[in-house]
């Protein structure tokens, strides 16, 4: 009886240690793979508003025409832009999360470089992995913004504060009131991820015109 | 500064009314210029306002003559974009423009093709610009640590592996030839 196990031993040998080795690469692969990058940036502190310190002066407003591009030399971010409207509760819409390096524009709102606040909004993430604006968080005061246009200009905005917010207490009338100058809100989620109802919030950088071309 | 009173809502009603601030409001506009038509943006205005108008109907390069003295604004050159085959040319509607609809129209220099599109002059904003509210829904969690399945997968792998070591060494250690 050892005999004859022993002579099947020698396949079964081998097989298991084929089995284990391929488990092994399996396991390995899947747990190394799924771990996917990082949870996005998160703004610090630091980058919240701060009443007017550090403002410069704006520059003055340009006539409208819808954008075309959205390009954040900071992050790495260059993009066509596509017009959003609105969802049927009121909330922004969002571009089709199937191309991860598309952003859009509310375009029944104020375009950007005119007198107002122009909305940009992009992906963080989808479903195979980071989108258009997954560093947003990691964008600093002071940084470029420039929106490209359709009259074949540029409007260069500069970063006042990065801020995250919360969706249960979203500041709707200041991350989308009017302003008294050319102003820019770029958002994408964030604020912490729950696997039962998503990111809990938005990431929301503000910005004012600074210059264009 | 014109267009200001459209960032003072309520308020600035009455001196958009007096005709010396443009308060544009334009919802729902289409986008696109589909050939054979002249994009005006805003469509819909207030008098004194900067308008804009564009077109993909001249074909390639080339210019084209705006005509929009319909509205007392005269005439206007497109000329060629940032955008392929788009011609681009702006006017000002007069601060004295009564309100109505009012045709502008281009005509392609060279095929002289003609291209049209309407432009409405209200004195007072159509209503307040619609403001989005709440949250936006911008990511998935795509990008985050691991789905719980594709983990699961994993250790699942990770186990029968071991279970196929353990058993290896086992027979090793008891002489059954390895």
Redesign the interface.
């Given at each position: 009886m050892r005999r004859r196990?022993?002579r099947l031993?020698?396949p079964g040998?081998a097989a298991?240690?084929a089995?284990?080795?391929l488990?092994?690469c399996?396991?390995?692969?899947?747990?190394h793979d799924?771990?996917?990058?990082p949870?996005?940036p998160q703004p610090s502190a630091a980058q919240a508003r701060s009443g007017t310190a550090g403002h410069r002066t704006a520059a003055p407003?340009l006539?409208?025409?819808?954008p075309?591009r959205v390009r954040i030399p900071a992050i790495g971010v260059d993009a066509p832009l596509t017009?959003l409207?609105?969802t049927s509760?009121?909330?922004?819409d969002?571009p089709p999360?199937d191309r991860e390096n598309l952003a859009g524009w509310?375009?029944?709102?104020?375009t950007p470089g005119?007198?107002?606040t122009a909305?940009i909004?992009?992906?963080?993430?989808?479903?195979?992995?980071?989108?258009v604006?997954?560093s947003l968080g990691a964008l600093r005061k002071g940084a470029r913004i420039e929106v490209?246009?359709?009259?074949?200009g540029t409007a260069v905005f500069t970063v006042d504060a990065v801020e995250v917010?919360d969706?249960r207490h979203?500041p709707?009338e200041k991350v989308?009131?009017?302003?008294?100058r050319p102003e820019l809100r770029v958002?994408?989620?964030?604020g912490g991820?729950s696997?039962t109802t998503?990111?809990r919030?938005?990431v929301v950088v503000y910005a004012h015109l600074t210059g264009g071309r | 500064m014109r267009r200001t009173a459209r960032l003072l809502s309520g308020t600035a009603l009455a001196v958009a009314t007096a005709g010396l601030f443009a308060a544009p409001a334009y919802a729902g506009e289409s986008r696109g210029t589909p050939d054979g038509t002249l994009e005006v943006y805003p469509s819909s205005v207030a008098p004194g306002a900067q308008v804009t108008a564009n077109t993909a109907g001249c074909g390639d390069g080339g210019t084209a003559a705006g005509d929009a003295t319909a509205v007392g604004a005269g005439r206007f050159t497109l000329t060629a974009s940032a955008h392929e085959r788009d011609l681009i040319g702006g006017f000002q509607v007069p601060p004295s423009a009564q309100p109505g609809t009012y045709e502008i129209v281009a005509t392609c220099d060279g095929s002289g093709r003609r291209v049209a599109g309407d432009l409405k002059v209200t004195l007072t904003p159509d209503a307040e610009q619609v403001v989005p509210r709440g949250s936006v829904k911008t990511g998935v969690g795509g990008a985050l640590g691991p789905d719980p399945v594709r983990t699961a997968a994993g250790v699942s792998a990770l186990a029968v592996a071991a279970a196929g070591g353990t058993w290896l060494l086992h027979r090793r250690a008891r002489g059954d030839g390895i």
């Open positions: 196990f022993r031993g020698g040998n298991i240690a089995v284990t080795a488990a092994l399996s396991g390995m692969w899947l747990l799924g771990a996917g990058t949870a996005p407003a006539p409208p025409s819808p075309s017009g409207g609105l509760t009121g909330s922004l969002v999360a509310y375009e029944a709102g104020t005119e007198t107002g909305i909004a992009g992906h963080v993430d989808n479903a195979d992995g980071p989108a604006f997954y490209a246009r359709r009259d074949g917010y969706a979203f709707d989308y009131g009017a302003a008294p958002i994408t989620c964030g991820y696997r998503g990111y919030g938005n | -």
